[in-house]
């Protein structure tokens, strides 16, 4: 299994600039989701979902967009990219017990 | 809303120490999961051990193990014989279980564990 995967590993954009990040799982978890990590501070959640099709917004949910169409795949969508959106990105799996999450690797994002 | 803190911002100790990394939790909920995950400079999030709010007895794996104090709502972490590759940050996070609301994990800001040689 290669567990939860996130691409890109890196990424620099515009302000304005619109751009998906990545995040597959092969486990068959139900329950997915984002986090942002800041300088000096935990993870938050951004948007999360506990199935394909339904999601739901967390902690931190603006300027960001999700959709879970398959139970795999679970992308995060920046529709206009501001420079406080820089930031380490990571996506998280789990089953629906949810006993245990499994995190990707993390996208650093830089937004100029 | 739940709130996690850990009060220790950095922490340094020789190789071969025993450390103990604190962490506080506010909630009203009575069963839910606490855990500790481990941040190395590779930025990988590493889970370290996990209580089950509904037992009583201490969660342990090899040199980690956790005192968790219910009623006080306190999980710290204690790392034994601690050695140079658990230099890391440490997060300590709670979640609900499922069923009882679909929120994600809610983390502290961490405590930057330092072993040196």
């Known amino acids: 299994n290669a567990g939860v995967t996130q691409t890109p590993k890196f990424q620099v954009l515009k302000t304005g600039q619109s751009m998906t990040l990545q995040c597959a799982q092969d486990?068959?978890?139900?329950?997915m989701s984002w986090y942002r990590q800041d300088p000096g501070m935990g993870l938050r959640l951004i948007h999360y979902?506990?199935?394909?099709?339904?999601?739901d917004q967390g902690e931190v949910p603006n300027g960001y967009n999700v959709s879970r169409s398959t139970t795999e795949d679970f992308p995060l969508r920046l529709l206009s990219a501001a420079p406080s959106q820089t930031s380490v990105y990571f996506c998280?799996?789990?089953?629906?017990?949810?006993?245990?999450?499994?995190f990707g690797p993390g996208t650093r994002l830089t937004v100029l | 809303a739940q709130t996690v803190t850990q009060s220790q911002p950095e922490m340094s100790v020789q190789e071969a120490e025993t450390v103990t990394l604190s962490c506080t939790y506010d909630t009203s909920e009575n069963n839910y999961y606490l855990f500790w995950y481990k941040q190395p400079p590779s930025r990988q999030m590493i889970l370290v051990i996990r209580?089950?709010?509904?037992?009583?007895q201490n969660a342990t794996e090899n040199r980690f193990s956790v005192n968790f104090q219910k009623a006080a709502k306190s999980f710290s972490l204690k790392i034994s014989d601690s050695q140079l590759g658990d230099t890391a940050m440490y997060f300590c996070a709670f979640m609900k279980p499922s069923g009882g609301g679909a929120d994600g994990l809610t983390f502290g800001k961490g405590t930057h564990l330092i072993i040196q040689p």
């Open positions: 486990m068959n978890h139900e329950y």
């Open positions: 979902s506990v199935g394909a099709g339904i999601t």
């Open positions: 209580q089950e709010a509904y037992k009583q």
């Open positions: 998280a799996s789990s089953t629906t017990t949810r006993n245990e999450q499994f």
